[in-house]
């Protein structure tokens, strides 16, 4: 399904390119972003490396790495729990971190921030507590064909559990290959339908979805949000309360933060409604032999000793990002990947996922050729410095709907310039060569 931009022996017609250099240099008021980023910094196979796996894992600055050992030099004590003077001081960062994150998402309290391990959980969180609360048989969770396994796999446990059935809004094909066909919401957006769990940027496609409207449509029906924000946190400007959504969960390592931390943004009145999603210290109110009560949110929802360094770092993140600018990352990402697209339109044979030219895009763009393995290509891509991702990204059902066993995936942040598109093309136009013998 699909057509490829260019079929072998077709020559691709490949527009003439805006001055992407000055763009690039402009946008970020000519501040030089990758002095910031150590990792950046070094040969791969005797190659500079080109690092185009940012949709796995984005590389931290030195802001943050720097905040995250100054934590653990000076204030690291437990949170919440002690009466000294470090205990006070990492209680008040974390809690800081908290506000810090509030803001970066436009949430009303800081209280509806819950800090998780990342999307991942956010999302088990939603299914697990909110979701076994209110959903019976004879409900519908509609979720979408281009979904993530984090917001699937969560869902279909909370079906199992709760007899509630699972509804999907299609993907289209062709011109528009793995954008969401947004003909067909209406139609399922059935009264039986109780939570509409989609994502905000797709990791496979690199389309952005229209994540206000989605939610304006489910709100008016009076169906509760989730959206999973793992691949737009770092790379969009997020207001939760402009998109309407109930529920927006991310990861901090996505967004130049660390492994480990994440959060789950829960409007007040539906996270004081849920009920635990663990049990443990920190949690409650008042603990008996046979029965407990809780605290309200966001303690309720995090059980045992917090990831209070990390989240620190996060914070910290979120003014990194801020000072770069929200916008200006987002201009740099859909330019970087409308670019890339161009230059890989120019490979005899290869078939682009997403936006096609000129739509709205994210800086994730996935590719395939047909006679070249996409473990193949990144092996060979590795050997010239790049990092790229091969596989089906955690997409199974949306690469057998799309009729793929998996993809090769750029994804570009900040620190990425359009030299190193450059690179990457060679690379391929070496692969190819190796395979096709010519
Ligand atoms: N996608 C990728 O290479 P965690 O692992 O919890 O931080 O994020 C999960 C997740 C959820 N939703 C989307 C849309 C995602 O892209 C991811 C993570 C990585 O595409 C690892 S599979």
Redesign the pocket.
């Known amino acids: 399904m699909g057509a490829p931009f260019a079929k072998p022996g077709q020559t691709p017609m490949v527009t003439a390119l805006p001055p992407w250099r000055s763009l690039f240099t402009s946008m970020f008021n000519g501040r030089d972003l990758r002095s910031d980023f150590p990792t950046l910094h070094q040969q791969v196979h005797g190659k500079p490396l080109v690092y185009l796996d940012n949709?796995?894992t984005a590389q931290k600055p030195q802001v943050v790495i720097d905040a995250l050992s100054r934590f653990y030099e000076r204030d690291n004590s437990n949170v919440h729990r002690g009466l000294h003077a470090l205990s006070m001081r990492a209680t008040d960062a974390y809690e800081g971190a908290r506000s810090r994150v509030a803001k970066f998402v436009n949430a009303a309290d800081p209280a509806e921030i819950v800090f998780t391990r990342?999307?991942?959980?956010s999302i088990n969180l939603v299914a697990a507590s909110w979701g076994a609360a209110n959903l019976k048989p004879g409900d519908v969770i509609l979720l979408t064909e281009m979904e993530?396994h984090?917001?699937l796999v969560p869902w279909q446990l909370v079906a199992a559990r709760t007899g509630a059935k699972l509804r999907y809004l299609p993907v289209l094909g062709a011109d528009v290959e793995g954008g969401l066909d947004l003909a067909q919401l209406d139609a399922l957006l059935t009264p039986e339908v109780k939570v509409f769990a989609f994502?905000h940027v797709?990791?496979t496609t690199g389309t952005i979805n229209p994540v206000a409207d989605l939610c304006a449509k489910a709100r008016a029906r009076g169906i509760v949000t989730v959206i999973?924000g793992?691949?737009s946190i770092g790379h969009l400007p997020v207001d939760v309360r402009a998109v309407g959504c109930d529920f927006y969960a991310f990861?901090g390592?996505?967004m130049a933060g660390v492994t480990g931390i994440?959060a789950l943004y829960g409007r007040r009145a539906l996270l004081d409604a849920m009920p635990p999603y663990q049990g443990g210290g920190g949690m409650i109110s008042n603990v008996e032999f046979f029965e407990s009560r809780w605290k309200p949110s966001p303690e309720r929802f995090e059980a045992g000793t917090p990831n209070f360094g990390d989240a620190v770092a996060l914070g910290v993140a979120c003014d990194y990002l801020d000072g770069v600018g929200r916008d200006a990352i987002a201009q740099h990402d859909a330019e970087l990947g409308g670019l890339a697209c161009e230059k890989l339109a120019t490979l005899p044979g290869i078939r682009l996922l997403g936006p096609r030219p000129g739509a709205p895009r994210s800086g994730v763009v996935s590719f395939a050729f047909a006679d070249v393995h996409a473990h193949d290509v990144v092996t060979f891509a590795d050997e010239d410095g790049i990092a790229l991702?091969g596989g089906h990204?955690?997409n199974q059902p949306l690469m057998r709907k799309l009729g793929l066993t998996g993809t090769t995936r750029a994804s570009f942040y900040i620190y990425n310039t359009p030299e190193e598109i450059d690179v990457l093309v060679s690379s391929l136009q070496r692969t190819l060569k190796f395979f096709r013998g010519a």
Request: aromatic content about 0%; proline content about 0%; glycine content about 10%.
């Open positions: 949709a796995a990342g999307t991942t959980e993530h984090s917001n994502t797709s990791n999973d793992a691949q990861s390592h996505k994440g991702r990204h955690c």
